[in-house]
């Protein structure tokens, strides 16, 4: 029995690895779809002054990576935000500096995922989205993991497209990864590139959403268990983009309470 049950979880993780979705492509596999494109309301101006900073940083692709950084003496982990599909907006830098305040002893850097780009319209966003490639991206999450320190734990946030990437930049960070949060990102469920994620991962869903549905997130959840990753799944009755203020699927009492359970999740995991 013992036997067969192993045979039968080789044989579902080979099925899920062989079946990848068009995971490698994100969020941007949804491009193409004009209801996609409309669910992004083009995010308003706000009356916002950065108490970080704009930084650039070596990456291993020989190039330069930009990021809003801010910094905490003997900090003691760091926390890599992925933006969504804007780009590095206000709105990511105002999120960014919300959790340096409450988070203790940790460095912040917000990654510019567009290269100095950032989208005011639906077609900009569409173009700097499809325009990012694996390479380059990993590129900038590797030179973010090393700016600070090697020897400091690593924890990543992200929204949308960044909810995907927030889960590669965690397989990417490996031993030093220790928390991970994606709202209502594309996952990665190929569970070969899975097997380097050392760090717990809460994902944060909406039930409504059209393109992470319920059934990519169990997909998804089903995968992570049987590689014996550490996972949780909260799923809200709320569409895509739920959390993100300046979009008209703003919900509120979904957004408070994925926010605590972002914020609770860090703590506990970094020990701060």
């Keep these: 029995m013992k036997k067969l049950a192993v045979l039968s979880l080789l044989a579902f993780l080979m099925a899920c690895t062989q079946k990848s979705n068009d995971t490698d492509k994100g969020m941007s596999v949804f491009t193409n779809d004009k209801s996609f494109r409309n669910a992004h309301d083009v995010p308003k101006p706000i009356d916002y002054k950065e108490k970080g900073k704009m930084i650039k940083f070596s990456t291993p692709d020989g190039k330069q990576g930009m990021g809003y950084s801010l910094t905490k003496d003997k900090a003691k982990a760091t926390l890599i935000v992925v933006h969504e599909w804007w780009g590095l907006n206000d709105y990511v830098k105002r999120e960014s500096d919300r ?7 940790i460095n912040v850097l917000a990654i510019d995922m567009y290269d100095g780009n950032v989208a005011t319209t639906p077609e ?5 989205m499809n325009g990012v490639t694996n390479d380059r991206a990993e ?12 020897k ?3 924890a990543t946030i992200g929204w949308c497209f960044g909810g995907g990437w927030s889960l590669k930049a965690s397989i990417l960070a490996g031993e030093q990864g220790k928390a991970c949060v ?5 996952p990665v469920m190929e569970a070969n590139k899975l097997l380097p994620l050392k760090a717990p991962v809460l994902g944060l869903f909406g039930e409504k959403d059209q393109w992470i549905t319920p059934e990519v997130v169990q997909k ?3 995968v992570m268990v049987a590689s014996g990753k550490s996972v949780k799944t909260k799923e809200f009755s709320a569409d895509h983009g739920f959390a993100n203020p300046s979009s008209q699927k703003y919900n ?8 605590k359970l972002a914020m609770e999740f860090l703590k506990e995991k970094l020990g701060i």
Excluded: W
């Design 99 to 105: 959790y340096f305040d409450a988070l203790e002893n």
């Design 124 to 128: 900009d966003a569409t173009k700097y």
């Design 139 to 150: 590129a900038i999450i590797k030179g973010a993991i090393n700016l600070y320190t090697t």
């Design 152 to 154: 400091l734990p690593v």
């Design 182 to 186: 994606m709202f209502y990102g594309m």
């Design 220 to 222: 998804y959840n089903d």
């Design 252 to 259: 509120e009492p979904a957004a408070q309470e994925a926010n």
